[in-house]
Nanobody
Framework: QVQLVESGGGLVQVGGSLRLSCAVSGRAFDFYGMGWFRQAPGKEREFVARISRSGVSTYYTDSVKGRFTISRDVAKSTVFLQMNSLKPEDTAVYYC????????????????????WGQGTQVTVSS
């Protein structure tokens, strides 16, 4: 059974930083690309970032480019999202997820292409 457990969310002031973690079990971690999505109140879940199975390629939605960094630690089966220069519009529940297909390359951004979700971690940025 695949399980994803996110952590690291919290309340932070504008301009602050947070580092989210997502521990993955029950899946060959290094075979799958990983993604982070977020969902703000009253809005649909949206793509934030993706990292390839090798960790070499990363992709970001435009609104977080230059502020967020996705990374992965294969030995720990964990994916991270370093978030800097946070803004109020970054407030959301953040979810990590695994690619539906193993060994896939490229900027896979559609929610439907990911098939396992964690419980989410709340990020609140106060102004």
């Amino acid at each position: 059974q695949v399980q994803l457990v996110e952590s690291g969310g919290g309340l932070v002031q504008v301009g602050g930083s947070l580092r989210l973690s997502c521990a993955v079990s029950g899946r060959a971690f290094d075979f799958y690309g990983m993604g982070w999505f977020r969902q703000a109140p009253g809005k649909e879940r949206e793509f934030v970032a993706r990292i390839s199975r090798s960790g070499v390629s990363t992709y970001y939605t435009d609104s977080v480019k230059g502020r967020f960094t996705i990374s992965r630690d294969v030995a720990k089966s964990t994916v991270f999202l370093q978030m800097n220069s946070l803004k109020p519009e970054d407030t959301a529940v953040y979810y990590c997820d695994t690619d539906r297909r193993p060994l896939r390359a490229g900027p896979v951004t559609a929610e439907s292409e990911y098939d396992h979700w964690g419980q989410g971690t709340q990020v609140t940025v106060s102004s």
